[in-house]
């Protein structure tokens, strides 16, 4: 049974939230973080002094001295990102000795991004919006039996073998259906061999040093990447990432049994945004929108792209609590708010006429459906000192109190800014006691 210490962060929207922050933050105490699911179409944003690193792979905690950060086998690993990545954080003088890459997480190779980025040209106005990283193909792969896992560059040799039984295909895949050359074998390994030397000796059995931690009584973290609303299964499918999303793939993810999961903190924007195509029924194309997107900085950390934005939607919020047994909300960009005349939750939706409270489980419905806002008024305070409930103005505290009452889960975390500074823990939090 759980000890008590461990702790599931995920997106309780569609990405995006804030969790990097919200991470980093939880980790200074962690002894071990783990990610379990995704790759680098994920970014999360970390602000430390006067430093920003954006993340991709590795895990929040790697900013944390000590905290052992492993890249579970849910995810899918682009060994040439990843190594850049790590030799970015170490230029900038992070330690990484702690990262550790499970044995049986796949990899994500250079084919797999052509294909990612041929298909989305083939789907034209129907296309997904990828990231185009090719996360899905390296899935796909995984589901199909041919792909390469972190194990085998434990050898060079291994994945030579692997990649010349593998390759054939994918260039056939290429080149009869996307009319694309493909790619040379020896110039493949010739990339990939400082990246395969490099990571080869971070490959480890992770899931047993998930269970030693455990047995030990560590805190241990674990980190997810994107949103609810993009889980493959409970997602807005087919607007959806490749993976499974939600706090239960901390678990398969990583090698270890679901009673090892104690909290599940759901990470949730003041507001609401997302990337890429799908229906987004709290969405604001006024004024309103454009001014979230500028003042909370709304661009995509991975592609750069501009998000969507709107207002906060409790049904979402609500299905996001259900399918990820969530214990806890943390509230990022509270601050974003301030200065707004008022400010909206959508608590409901009108489905042609008939209203719903329920999160809609077929996308055609969604897609049909307008929010039923309640509007409240809005606050001028700077609130971005606020280091206590108490310390915030009467509507903001309101404004929190809603979400609570309308997604029926209590707030335990509010950001207000970016730095790790600027985080309020409520006094009856069970954080406090998981951490402090």
């Not at 200074?28 to 973080?33: E, I, N, P, T, Y």
């Not at 298909?119 to 390469?148: C, F, S």
């Not at 929108?289 to 750069?304: K, P, S, V």
């Not at 990820?324 to 960009?333: E, I, R, S, Y």
Request: with cysteine; aromatic share 6%; proline share 4%.
């Amino acid at each position: 049974m759980s000890n008590g210490n461990s702790l599931v962060v995920v997106g309780a929207q569609w990405g995006d939230e804030g969790k990097g922050k919200v991470i980093d933050y939880l980790a200074d105490k962690a002894d071990l973080v783990a990610r379990f699911q995704g790759g680098n179409n994920a970014g999360h944003t970390v602000v430390y002094g006067a430093n920003i690193f954006k993340l991709h792979h590795v895990p929040s905690g790697i900013l944390n001295e000590g905290t052992l950060c492993l890249l579970g086998n849910g995810m899918v690993v682009d060994p040439l990102v990843l190594v850049d990545e790590l030799s970015e954080l170490e230029k900038r003088g992070i330690n990484t000795k702690g990262l550790r890459i499970s044995s049986k997480a796949h990899l994500n190779m250079f084919y797999h991004r052509d294909l990612d980025e041929e298909n989305e040209k083939l789907l034209g106005e129907r296309k997904i919006g990828t990231t185009g990283r090719g996360i899905g193909p390296a899935y796909a792969d995984k589901v199909m039996r041919r792909g390469i896992r972190a194990v085998d560059m434990v050898e060079f040799r291994t994945f030579r073998q692997r990649l010349e039984e593998i390759l054939p295909l994918q260039n056939l895949i290429l080149n009869k259906i996307y009319d694309h050359k493909g790619y040379d074998l020896e110039q493949l390994l010739d990339i990939y061999r400082p990246a395969v030397e490099r990571l080869g000796p971070l490959v480890s059995d992770t899931s047993l040093i998930l269970a030693e931690s455990l047995q030990n009584g560590d805190k241990i973290l674990f980190e997810g990447a994107q949103g609810a609303l993009l889980d493959l299964d409970h997602g807005t499918y087919p607007y959806v990432t490749s993976s499974s999303t939600t706090a239960a793939a901390a678990a398969s993810g990583n090698g270890i049994g679901p009673q090892h999961i104690d909290q599940v903190l759901g990470v949730i924007k003041a507001y609401t945004t997302r990337v890429g195509e799908g229906p987004f029924p709290t969405e604001d194309h006024s004024e309103a929108g454009a001014q979230l997107r500028e003042r909370g900085n709304e661009f995509g950390t991975t592609t750069g792209r501009p998000r969507r934005c709107g207002w906060f939607d409790a049904v979402i919020a609500r299905y996001a609590a259900r399918i990820n047994g969530l214990t806890g909300l943390a509230v990022t960009k509270l601050d974003v708010l301030s200065g707004m005349d008022t400010v909206k939750i959508g608590v409901s939706y009108d489905c042609e006429g008939s209203r719903a409270e329920i999160f809609p489980t077929s996308i055609e419905k969604l897609s049909k459906c307008s929010p039923v806002f309640e509007t409240f008024p809005g606050w001028d305070e700077d609130i971005s000192r606020a280091r206590t409930i108490e310390d915030l103005p009467a509507a903001a505290r309101h404004f929190l109190e809603v979400i609570e009452d309308r997604v029926g889960v209590r707030i335990e975390l509010v950001s207000v800014g970016p730095d790790r500074s600027q985080t309020i823990i409520k006094d009856s939090s069970n954080l406090k006691r998981w951490h402090f």
